[in-house]
């Protein structure tokens, strides 16, 4: 397939993209080129390319497939991770994906198979996190695992493997994994406080903050 021209939104996303990438790593969420950032515009999907130091991806290093993951944009080789990617723009109405290894979410998903409702900003991931299955990275059985656990929520942990959540834009995107990997990281600071037990919130707790964080944040 012929290279697309790219044009000033994709140039603008691709920006927004490596910046969010950058941040992963700064944050502390993945370490050297582990993880990876995607971001869909209209039909095209521009994602991290495989391998590359995200301090040294440049503009002219823009990478984009199509849905199908055709690549249409860059040579640069996509992620490995790409078959994760597109199974959420193919099944949910996301505009970006956040992949990491981050530490405490991924030891959560070796530990148990939903992290526990140790704090009310699950209701911002729509509910309960629960892992997916372990499958080797970049197969289509790991985005099938993946897929599963995301039903009806907008997040998930990846047994053995790290998180995953999208967004209707690369901030909300990042901010659901930052608020992800905290949770994990109080619930894992919570239980190591020898002969207590954390306290859980109830699903019907969890339903009243979903109903209170609809109205959260500035009305424009």
């Not at 900003?121 to 729509?126: D, E, K, V």
């Not at 892992?131 to 695992?145: C, K, R, S």
């Given at each position: 397939?012929?290279?697309q ?5 994709q140039?603008?996303?691709w920006a927004?993209?490596v ?5 992963t ?5 993945v370490?050297g080129t582990?993880?990876n950032v995607?971001a869909?515009?209209?039909?095209l999907?521009l994602v ?5 130091p ?5 503009p ?6 199509d849905?199908?993951?055709r ?7 996509p992620?490995?991770?790409?078959a994760m990617h597109l199974?959420v723009y193919?099944s949910?109405?996301a505009?970006a994906?956040?992949?990491t ?7 959560v998903?070796?530990?148990?198979p ?5 704090h009310?900003m ?7 996190v629960?892992?997916a299955?372990?499958?080797t990275?970049?197969t289509?059985?790991l ?8 039903a009806g ?8 493997h790290?998180?995953l ?13 930052a608020?992800?990997e ?9 239980s190591s406080?020898?002969g ?6 109830t ?6 903050v ?7 944040g500035?009305r424009?």
């Amino acid at each position: 397939m012929a290279e697309q021209r790219r044009d000033a939104e994709q140039e603008r996303t691709w920006a927004e993209l490596v910046a969010t990438a950058r941040r992963t790593v700064a944050d502390g969420l993945v370490v050297g080129t582990s993880g990876n950032v995607s971001a869909r515009v209209g039909d095209l999907v521009l994602v991290t390319p495989s391998g590359v130091p995200y301090d040294r991806l440049t503009p002219d290093d823009i990478t984009g497939v199509d849905l199908a993951g055709r690549q249409v944009l860059g040579t640069l080789v996509p992620t490995s991770e790409l078959a994760m990617h597109l199974a959420v723009y193919r099944s949910t109405d996301a505009r970006a994906v956040v992949h990491t290894h981050a530490v405490h979410a991924t030891a959560v998903s070796t530990l148990v198979p939903e992290l526990p409702l140790v704090h009310y900003m699950a209701a911002a991931l729509g509910g309960p996190v629960r892992v997916a299955p372990y499958a080797t990275y970049g197969t289509d059985e790991l985005a099938e695992n993946m897929l599963r656990a995301l039903a009806g929520r907008s997040g998930c942990l990846l047994q053995n493997h790290g998180t995953l959540t999208y967004g209707a834009g690369l901030d909300q995107a990042y901010d659901r994994t930052a608020q992800l990997e905290w949770m994990c990281r109080l619930w894992l600071t919570a239980s190591s406080v020898p002969g207590l037990a954390p306290s859980l919130l109830t699903e019907a707790q969890l339903a009243q903050v979903g109903e209170r964080l609809k109205g959260y944040g500035q009305r424009r």
